[in-house]
């Protein structure tokens, strides 16, 4: 069988959406059982006639029929079932470069959430503490604050001098606290109780004026983020001699019937949420009415929205990644992404290209996909030596995520920027 | 009666009777019934009738003696030879037709030629009566046996008729004197005259109604198929055949279809030696003239397959019998079955087939399919856990004496109580407001808030705060019996700062505790308890109540109907439901197995399943029968527990063998549907410890997901 693919030649043409990597539209014979390896070798030999320019050679991954290239030519085509008659359509693209281990943040207890901004790393953690890193690996500040476990941190601002993050916790309340960069010291701003139960996510708005919390009472709470509390909370209450100030929720958006698992924000208006009854919701904030459903049947995880594709992509108790298309009226998934083989505890959509994503499971993995490879991750981060909890991708350069096993591992993208 | 039987019946009589006297009754009562004159006939001249018909009296043979005898001598020489040589072809069956074909060589047909030599003869002797009677006993006399008589009696009825007024008186010489003496009163010329006259024209209208009546064909005549002294024609347009005994119809029997005249038809499957046998024969034959001449008309010495030969009646073709044919026609013959690779003797039922039809697991998702995550942290096995009513945390007590507090959904521990007495089963308490913990621990029933770190901080206080309040006194008092046995305590700070909030001590080990699902009150079953061994304790009042006068037997569990007062309790053997507002025993369950272990209640309330130590689930439908529904034999080892799902159709079995058995168990709002169980999965239970594997198991309240409680110290969560 080897033998007989051996003898087929294709006829195949090379195209590219990256114009500094075009090769002349002139159709090739090679063999059918060539890998991407060997097609690279023939790309950056054409690229060395063609464009002298280059002077390094360039990874290249290789799309046939609009799925990335794994196996051998033959096998890719046998698989789709397209003949080997026709002259074949090769589309190739930068690799995206396999990252780079970086630092490990050592915790002293299960990292629950971890979320990047710039150079700065804010961690939750199961000791009821929040922690400020740098992307160095330094270890700025341990913030204890909450009386329960940290389930969810996000930052708000950070213009280099002051910064302000918020966090929420299984002891029903999010808080919002402002850090002094130059001093090195936070103070506690606001606590924000409304919830009843433990607050296990949440998300602030892109224009950095309010945040949604989600939580096991069933409930998303819209929070103003503004540090000043004087117009939204009544003079009276201010007052009162609290140790810090208290905010009640601007509006509640009740509907889901289990659990809020993951909130995000998809405009300044929209917002996605999933939830452990197997339902997505996306909720119109100023009405406070519920959008568009999407019923999965399984208890979601974890949601990202990409406003790169506009898409979803969703982890639920089993081992699968799937991604939703909102605009659709059905309930259909597009595409599920099968590597993992524990259940999927957090997904995150790159912030630059849109057909890259991160997962992270209790398999202890945390996986890079291409959206175009549904069974084979690009790479596998390992190095979690149990349970990971949370990815976060916020700064495209940084793969970062948390783990039971008390560490945050950063993984550094190279060229991540160049690629865009 | 019918008319024949008349008949037959007087002319019995005239034998003993005086004949002008026959004559007189017959003809005053019936001249006009042919039948009767017939039997008048008979009586009269025509014992041969009789004769031709199967069973006739001995006493006409006598009487036909009598005449024959007396005929004979007045018989013409002619009709003397011919009788003699129709009797002696009569008694010679064999050569009869050898001999006619010698006498009319030329000839064809020897019956034909023969039947007009007979009829010349009695056209001459111009007697019409006998010829009808005549003909079949030539034709029929090779084939009649034992009839010589009968036909020399015919043969001599046509002199009868002329030369009747002898023969009667012979007949009257030899009858009684009383017959003589009436003679005698008459003119005994005329009277035999007219006698003469009336037997003439009485004849004459019989005659012709049985030569047309029987098809006016001599063929016909001799061969009628009579049953008793009746012709089958008879009864041609009637359903039955004849009459039995009691008069009742003997009904026509089926005729035979045509699948039974071939069977009858074909030939006998012949062993190959027996056909050889036959060859010599064959050459036997071509040596003899007769035989040669039998043989050309007959095809069965030209064709050595004519035995075998048959015609097809659906297209006319002959066919030739294969070997094959005729071994299933044989098998056919003797009541076998046709295919003769039939073992009578072999299964046909396939076991697969005896399996009851049930839906597919893969059509029945959601259910755990496999091991998700381990909860560690217990440094003894743990005996029980529980999911709190929301499913975000899951509780657990084991033999280090401690009770964990856990995330269900990551496996983190949450807060640990320290009890300092192994926990034999924990329970969250089924109110949803309430953070309350039910924990047995030796002889004391502890309810522990674990809130004050864990979650919901509201609740918790709630919850302390609805503990904190003192009960009315008046209502704490119990009666001596119930305060013998138990006893609440007051809770120490230490205790109270590790979450314990109230303790009600017994003076036996609880085994087991229950909530009732509004959550004031807890049943407790307690170790050797005996008449006292079921507790029912009131939280909101603080007291304790005994339900119970008499020792049901050993006591195993007990558990609070869903909705319904009614009271579960499990001993040794039986389960006894109780209604606790009429306070009596309302039924009682027989498990039918040796030892009950645990007790889980369908949330509906209608269903129940029992675990017990000789590896049975007992599924009851209590709508249906105090008796099991089905009982099921899925575990290898001791079943420790069970558990149905609240929302799912789905319920779980765990126990000593290292699987975990999850069911569909679909109950049905229908009463007429009754439950449908489909065994689903066997999930994978750690290795035994101590002959152990899992000592309980639990559904997460929303989720298909099922916790485990392991004897190796973990909690397993299965998804």
């Not at chain 1, 195209?15 to 790309?43: G, H």
């Not at chain 2, 209640?601 to 209590?622: E, M, Q, T, V």
Request: net charge negative.
């Amino acid at each position: 069988m080897t033998t007989d693919q051996a003898e087929v030649q294709l006829q195949v043409r090379f195209v590219t959406k990256q114009e500094q990597y075009a090769v002349p539209d002139s159709p090739y014979a090679i063999q059918s059982n060539v890998q991407s390896a060997e097609l690279n070798t023939l790309v950056n030999a054409i690229l060395k006639e063609t464009k002298p320019l280059i002077l390094k050679a360039v990874e290249f991954d290789f799309l046939v029929c609009g799925e990335l290239l794994c196996t051998s030519i033959a096998e890719h085509l046998q698989e789709k079932g397209i003949s080997t008659e026709d002259t074949l359509e090769i589309e190739y693209l930068e690799r995206f470069p396999a990252p780079k281990p970086q630092e490990c943040l050592m915790h002293d207890d299960w990292v629950s959430s971890v979320h990047t901004h710039g150079s700065w790393i804010l961690s939750g953690c199961y000791d009821n503490s929040i922690h400020i890193w740098t992307t160095k690996g330094q270890h700025k500040l341990a913030i204890p604050g909450h009386t329960s476990p940290v389930k969810g941190v996000s930052w708000v601002s950070n213009d280099g001098e002051q910064a302000s993050f918020a966090s929420c916790s299984h002891d029903q309340s999010a808080m919002l606290w402002v850090w002094n960069v130059a001093r090195n010291s936070v103070d506690c701003v606001v606590t924000c109780r409304g919830h009843d139960k433990g607050v296990e996510c949440i998300a602030v708005a892109v224009d950095a004026k309010h945040f949604a919390t989600g939580s096991w009472d069933n409930n998303i709470c819209l929070w103003s983020a503004s540090l000043t509390d004087e117009d939204n909370v009544p003079a009276k209450k201010r007052s009162k001699p609290e140790q810090g100030n208290s905010r009640t929720p601007k509006s509640t958006l009740k509907g889901h019937r289990e659990a809020v698992s993951a909130v995000k924000w998809v405009d300044f208006n929209t917002l996605l949420s999933s939830s452990w009854d197997h339902l997505l919701k996306l909720w119109d904030c100023e009405l406070g009415g519920i959008k568009q459903e999407i019923a999965g049947n399984k208890a979601f995880f974890d949601a990202d929205w990409s406003p790169l594709n506009n898409s979803i992509v969703t982890a639920s108790a089993d081992r699968h990644v799937r991604i939703y298309d909102p605009r659709s009226t059905e309930s259909i998934v597009k595409t599920t992404f099968t590597s993992h083989t524990g259940w999927v505890q957090s997904v995150r959509w790159s912030t630059i290209r849109d057909t890259l994503f991160l997962s992270a499971g209790y398999d202890g993995q945390v996986k890079l996909w291409e959206t175009r490879s549904p069974r084979t991750p690009l790479y596998d981060l390992t190095g979690h030596e149990d349970k990971v909890l949370c990815c976060d991708w916020s700064n495209p350069a940084l793969l970062v995520s948390g783990s039971c096993d008390n560490t945050v591992r950063i993984f550094k993208a190279k060229h991540a920027t160049a690629s865009a | 009666m019918p008319p024949y039987k008349t008949g037959l019946l007087k002319r019995k009589i005239s034998e003993n009777t005086n004949k002008t006297k026959d004559n007189s009754s017959n003809s005053s009562s019936s001249c006009d019934d042919h039948n009767l004159i017939r039997g008048d006939l008979d009586k009269e001249a025509d014992s041969s009738d009789s004769d031709n018909e199967d069973g006739h009296a001995p006493s006409d043979t006598e009487l036909d003696g009598v005449v024959f005898d007396s005929g004979d001598s007045l018989l013409s020489d002619d009709a003397a030879n011919e009788s003699l040589e129709e009797s002696s072809d009569v008694s010679d069956s064999e050569e009869d037709e050898a001999s006619d074909g010698r006498e009319k060589e030329s000839d064809d047909d020897t019956s034909d030629s023969n039947t007009k030599a007979t009829t010349h003869k009695y056209i001459q002797s111009n007697t019409n009566i006998t010829k009808s009677k005549l003909k079949p006993d030539n034709e029929d006399s090779g084939a009649e046996s034992g009839s010589g008589s009968a036909s020399r009696v015919q043969h001599s009825l046509p002199h009868k008729n002329n030369e009747k007024p002898f023969k009667k008186k012979e007949f009257k010489q030899k009858a009684t004197k009383v017959a003589a003496e009436k003679k005698k009163a008459n003119s005994s010329l005329d009277a035999l005259e007219q006698k003469i006259k009336d037997v003439q024209v009485n004849i004459q209208p019989v005659q012709e109604k049985d030569e047309y009546e029987s098809g006016d064909t001599s063929d016909e005549e001799g061969r009628v198929n009579t049953a008793g002294e009746v012709p089958r024609w008879w009864y041609a347009e009637y359903d039955h055949v004849g009459y039995d005994a009691d008069g009742r119809r003997i009904a026509r029997p089926p005729h035979a279809d045509r699948i039974d005249d071939f069977l009858r038809c074909a030939p006998q499957p012949q062993p190959h030696t027996a056909r050889r046998s036959r060859t010599p024969h064959t050459a036997r034959r071509t040596a003899h003239p007769r035989y040669m001449l039998q043989c050309f008309c007959c095809r069965k010495c030209e064709d050595p397959d004519f035995w075998r030969t048959v015609r097809d009646p659906s297209t006319g073709q002959e066919i030739i019998l294969s070997k094959k044919d005729l071994e299933l026609i044989s098998r056919i013959r003797e009541g076998r079955v046709p295919n003769a690779d039939h073992d009578e003797y072999q299964l046909t039922i396939r076991p697969e087939e005896l399996v009851p039809q049930l839906p597919a697991p893969r059509d029945l998702q959601p259910f755990p399919t496999g091991e998700v995550l381990q909860f560690r942290g217990h440094a003894g096995l743990v005996r029980s856990a529980d999911f709190d009513p929301a499913g975000q945390y899951v509780v657990s007590g084991g033999d280090d004496g401690t009770v964990r507090i856990w995330e269900a959904s990551s496996g983190r521990c949450l807060r640990t109580v320290e009890l300092g007495e192994p926990v034999r089963l924990v329970e969250w308490t089924p109110v949803g407001g309430l953070t309350l913990v039910g924990a047995a621990a030796g002889r004391r029933l502890l309810l522990l808030n674990p809130g004050g770190h864990v979650g919901a901080h509201r609740a918790a206080q709630r919850t302390d705060l609805l503990l904190a309040e003192p009960p009315p006194a008046h209502d704490v008092r119990m009666d001596e019996r119930t305060a013998g046995c138990v006893q609440w305590e007051e809770v120490d700070a230490a205790q109270w700062a590790r979450g314990v909030r109230v303790a009600v001590a017994h003076f036996k080990p609880v085994q087991h505790f229950s909530w009732h699902a509004r959550g004031d009150y807890v049943v407790a079953t307690l170790e050797e308890g005996a008449s006292r061994g079921v507790v029912v304790h009131q939280l909101s009042r603080r007291r304790s109540q005994l339900p119970f006068r008499r020792n049901a037997g050993r006591l195993q569990c007990a558990a609070f109907h869903p909705h319904r007062p009614l009271l579960f309790v499990v001993t040794q053997r039986a389960v006894r439901v109780y209604d606790l507002v009429k306070q009596e025993l309302v039924r009682k369950l027989l498990a039918g197995a040796q030892w009950l272990s645990a007790l889980a209640l369908h949330p509906a309330g209608d269903n129940l399943l029992l675990a017990s130590y000789d590896r049975k689930c007992i599924w009851f439908d209590l709508e249906l029968s105090s008796r099991p529904y089905q009982t099921l034999r899925l575990h290898a080892g001791a079943v420790r527990s069970v558990a149905f799902h609240r929302r799912y159709p789905l319920f779980a079995s765990a126990g000593d063998d290292t699987n975990i058995v999850v069911c569909h168990g679909c109950v049905y709002n229908d009463l007429l549907q009754n439950p449908l169980l489909v065994p689903l999965k066997q999930l994978r239970a750690p290795p035994p410890r101590d002959q152990l594997s899992v000592l309980q198991v639990r559904w997460h309240p929303a989720q298909p997901w099922l916790l485990a409680a392991c004897a190796d110290g973990t909690l397993r969560l299965y998804a």
